[in-house]
């Protein structure tokens, strides 16, 4: 497992309001040699893309690959842009909305680490509210 092809890992598209789509890249229940931490990518649509308010039980942090936007991390707003890393305390409501013409591209690392499926099961839940 020293390196993963992650385009031949399962998706999940999330629709409108909150477009995206998740592929989890390394997690407990995907693989056994990384325990601590899980690893995701993500694609947010163009124009008015984003993700819901929303908090993680440990510290979540986002390299931002592609795409221009800002983020809430509580109260505050701050810009987003590539080569920008996110970090959002355990507990913190947070969000992210993509400006740009061009989809935003970031990784996602959580520690200590969620599995695959709690991942994929909040990014879901959230069309529902």
């Known amino acids: ?22 592929r989890v890249l390394l997690a407990p229940d995907t693989q056994d040699d990384v325990k601590g931490m899980s690893v995701s990518h993500a694609i947010i649509a163009p124009r008015e893309g ?5 908090k993680h039980p440990g510290v979540e942090m ?6 221009k936007g800002e983020c809430h ?4 707003v701050f810009p987003l842009e590539p080569d920008t890393l996110m970090v959002v305390p355990a507990g913190i409501m947070h969000d992210m909305r993509n400006y740009s013409d061009e989809t935003m591209k970031l ?11 709690e991942i994929y ?9």
């Open 1 to 22: 497992m020293p390196v993963i092809n992650t385009f031949n890992l399962k998706s999940v598209q999330i629709p409108a309001p909150y477009e995206r789509v998740i």
């Open 50 to 54: 984003k993700t819901d308010f929303h």
């Open 62 to 67: 986002m390299y931002i690959i592609s795409g």
């Open 73 to 76: 991390i509580g109260d505050k």
């Open 107 to 117: 990784v996602a690392m959580f520690i200590p680490a969620e599995t695959s499926k």
């Open 121 to 129: 099961a909040r990014a879901e839940e959230a069309v529902k509210h």
